[in-house]
């Protein structure tokens, strides 16, 4: 149990276009999921915390106007990247928690390479 | 900014001795630390956790330890295995049940 999936799990794009990532959690309901960037070789920065029904919460230095997130049910949140750039390239992970556990379960995340 | 950091980058193991990963955190306030297993290409996998009341806890093959004194925090794995060589995370709730995440330890384990 506790599976995540995300999708699609690698993207190439134009610079200026824009990208969706979906993130699903597939046998339970995720009151809250959240979203990581992480660069090659480098740790896993925290970009925004979303929880279903309402507007996602967004960390200093992330423009929230460019990644635009909507969690519209207890099963699924996308991560919408727009007008995207070379520096956007990442690799993109979310996580879900349930309102009953700590514990936050992770997906497989999804390369994202602009070109 | 308060963060997680771990004191090396690498570490290169025999197979079957004991690996021991290292974490130091700033933040007294944490209550909650996790680490993370991380292959490449593939998300963060829940290794064990441990609450700031406990100082020790283990879990198959592993062994989390909790200094708060020093705010230090390790991850023991005993007779490491080829499949153990990955990237190694550890994490401190920071509230609300976010995470901040330390640089991370590569590990490659040694036929």
């Known amino acids: 149990g506790a599976v995540v999936s995300q999708h699609p799990s690698w993207v190439i794009c134009k610079s200026g276009t824009s990208v969706k990532i979906e993130c699903r959690s597939l046998?339970?309901?995720?009151?809250?999921m959240f979203w990581y960037r992480q660069f090659p070789k480098q740790s896993l920065m925290l970009m925004a915390t979303?929880?279903?029904?309402?507007?996602?919460?967004?960390e200093q230095g992330v423009e929230k106007d460019k990644f635009l997130i909507n969690h519209a049910s207890l099963t699924l949140s996308t991560l919408t990247v727009t007008s995207a750039h070379p520096e956007d390239s990442s690799f993109y992970i979310c996580?879900?928690?349930?309102?009953?556990?700590?514990?936050?379960?992770f997906g497989p995340g999804t390369r994202l390479t602009v070109l | 900014g308060e963060s997680v950091g771990l004191h090396l980058p690498t570490l290169s193991v025999q197979e079957g001795d004991n690996s021991i990963i290292n974490c130091a955190y700033s933040?007294?306030?944490?209550?909650?630390f996790i680490w993370y297993k991380q292959e490449s290409g593939k998300g963060p996998q829940f290794i064990i956790d441990?609450?700031?009341?406990?100082d020790k806890r283990q879990g198959q093959r592993v062994t989390v330890l909790l200094n708060k004194t020093v705010k230090h925090l390790s991850l023991q794995i005993a007779a490491t295995q080829p499949g153990d060589s990955a990237v190694y995370f550890c994490?401190?709730?920071?509230?609300?049940?976010?995470?901040?995440f330390g640089a991370g330890t590569t590990v490659t384990v040694r036929a």
């Open positions: 441990i609450r700031s009341n406990m």
């Open positions: 996580s879900a928690k349930t309102g009953g556990r700590n514990e936050q379960f």
């Open positions: 994490a401190e709730n920071l509230g609300d049940y976010k995470l901040s």
């Open positions: 933040n007294s306030a944490s209550d909650y």
């Open positions: 046998d339970f309901q995720a009151t809250t």
């Open positions: 979303s929880n279903e029904g309402s507007k996602a919460t967004y």
